[in-house]
């Protein structure tokens, strides 16, 4: 027997209505990122597991596709109250294998449910059109329709919400759908599918398959009955799968990487703007896709705004996510912890300084690393070029509005971005030259689950949330009638 099954808990995969999996020869750690303990282990599925999956998940949309869209809000809504009812126990599970603070992981839940309350309503407002013909015998309709089975691939850095964004508005429209967790955080997607079976949404609408990412996203991509692919990650594998989806034409959705620039102009309210960068920043750590990644202050303004912004750093406490008054957790690995000490360290070596990083606490076992603040930085080094995801907030001064919006559209990312000022028309000027998708003016949290999150460029394809979110999930047909009048 396999030694990981002797000594921790398995938590079993969730296809066609059954928990699965314990039966395997090979396991995957699940590690508490503050501390490096193992607090579980998953099946290590792979191309078997895929295919079973979307076994059940094609049965079933025969029946679930045929649903009023009554009858699967009133599931959704089910599935909402026990996800509430729950909260707590799953915003713990989501701290103990991704690290973030415990309040935010509370955040998390609640926006994750919001999702499935807003398409359980969404899902009711599917409305097609008649168009007047050119002939006068014609009648046309148009209709939407679910695309069919729709396979989901998220990442671990949001292990709630990067789920019910694709999840729900796909379950409202009548699809049914095959999921992949990150490795890191699976714990929480299985939370959420042994509630989707407490709720009674049926056996084959929401499997969950963990283990071998390529080969199980292989899987999916080839199987002609998976009509949809939902991703959510890096642009590196956000490339690969939408290469090998041009084989079957499968239709792909992208939510990518970004590198967000934020902007503090010369006429911003300096300590609003200080206040926002922190929320923007360190929100996670610093690991998520529309996190401030590089930072441009007018020269005018920037060493009173650093001041300010230190000011505010100061306030924050490192540590473990389920301890009280803890504002930034871990990394996620030693990966993501070696990535941003090489990225503080060709930055200083390039001319850039420290002006302040917090207490490093060494004493505790995590991927800890403190906030740090780096000036004299320029676009040529590689904080500025890559995402950085990490508490690192390389600042540097422009002098003119041309100029930053040019430095900050200089990405091959489109996602987010924010602008600090008090000027009415350069508000508009410049949050209309900006390539990205997620504007933030004088708003540093601009994510909601009304809203058309997504991003220009290799940010990626498609939106999650409000009514484009689940036009993803369906296919327009019109029918052309002829009339004998
Ligand atoms: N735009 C958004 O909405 C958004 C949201 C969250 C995270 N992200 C991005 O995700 C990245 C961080 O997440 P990550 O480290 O989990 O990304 P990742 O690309 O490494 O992994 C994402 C998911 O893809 C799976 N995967 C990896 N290789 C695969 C392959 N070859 N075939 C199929 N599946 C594969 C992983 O197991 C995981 O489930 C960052 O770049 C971040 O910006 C974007
Ligand atoms: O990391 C990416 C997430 O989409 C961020 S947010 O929670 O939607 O803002």
């Known amino acids: 027997m396999s030694q990981i099954k002797e000594k921790y808990e398995i938590y079993p995969m969730y296809i066609d209505g059954s928990w699965v999996g314990e039966e395997q020869g090979s396991f995957t750690k699940v590690t508490n990122p503050a501390t490096g303990m193992v607090i579980g282990a998953i099946p290590t599925g792979g191309t078997t597991e895929a295919k079973q999956a979307v ?109 019910t964004r694709k999840v729900a508005p796909a379950l409202a429209a009548g699809c049914t759908t095959v999921i992949k967790p990150a490795t890191q955080t699976p714990l929480t997607a299985l939370k959420l599918a042994e509630l989707a079976h407490e709720a009674g949404i049926p056996k084959g609408v929401l499997n969950v398959v963990t283990g071998k990412s390529s080969e199980i996203g292989e899987a999916w ?37 970004g590198n967000a620039p934020f902007i503090v102009m010369d006429d911003a ?38 001041v300010l912004f230190k000011k505010e750093l100061e306030k924050l406490k490192v540590g473990n996510g389920l301890d009280e008054g803890i504002d930034i957790g871990p990394l996620i690995d ?60 390389p600042i540097s001064t422009f002098k003119t509005e041309e100029e930053v919006i040019e430095r900050a559209n200089n990405s091959v990312y489109g996602l987010a971005a924010y602008v600090y000022t008090e000027n009415l028309s350069r508000s508009f000027r410049i949050t209309e030259a900006l390539e990205y998708g997620i504007i933030g003016l004088n708003d540093a949290l601009p994510s909601a689950v009304q809203v058309p999150f997504g991003g220009y460029k290799e940010s990626g394809l498609g939106r999650e949330g409000g009514h484009f979110g ?8 019109y029918i052309s009638i002829g009339l004998e009048l």
């Open 55 to 163: 076994d059940a998940a094609h049965r079933a949309f025969k029946t679930w596709s045929k649903k009023t869209a009554e009858e699967r809000s009133h599931l959704l809504m089910k599935w909402h109250r026990l996800i509430d009812e729950n909260k707590e126990e799953l915003a713990k599970l989501m701290t103990l294998e991704q690290g973030k603070p415990l309040k935010e992981a509370l955040g998390e839940m609640d926006y994750a449910n919001g999702f499935i309350s807003w398409y359980a309503e969404e899902g009711k407002r599917i409305y097609g059109e008649t168009i007047p013909a050119s002939q006068p015998n014609k009648r046309i309709l148009v209709r939407k329709e679910p695309v069919g089975v729709v396979a989901a691939i998220t990442p671990w850095n949001f292990p709630a919400a990067m789920i």
């Open 221 to 257: 991509l080839k199987d002609p009955r998976v009509t949809k692919i939902t991703f959510t990650g890096s642009t590196e594998v956000g490339k690969t799968l939408m290469r090998n989806a041009a084989e079957n034409v499968k239709k792909v959705s992208l939510e990518l990487g």
């Open 470 to 477: 689940i036009e993803e999930f369906l296919e327009v047909k």
């Open 334 to 393: 030693r990966d993501a912890l070696e990535k941003v000490k090489m990225l503080v360290d060709d930055a200083t070596k390039n001319g850039g300084k420290v002006v302040f990083s917090g207490e490093q606490p060494t004493e505790l076992e995590g991927f800890y690393y403190a906030p740090t603040i780096l000036s004299g930085i320029t676009d040529d080094m590689a904080c500025m070029k890559e995402e950085i995801f990490g508490p690192i907030a």
């Open 269 to 306: 309210n300096l300590q609003k703007a200080a206040v926002g960068l922190v929320q923007s920043k360190f929100r996670n750590a610093g690991q998520t896709c529309i996190c401030t990644n590089r930072i441009y202050v007018h020269e005018k303004v920037a060493e009173e705004f650093t």
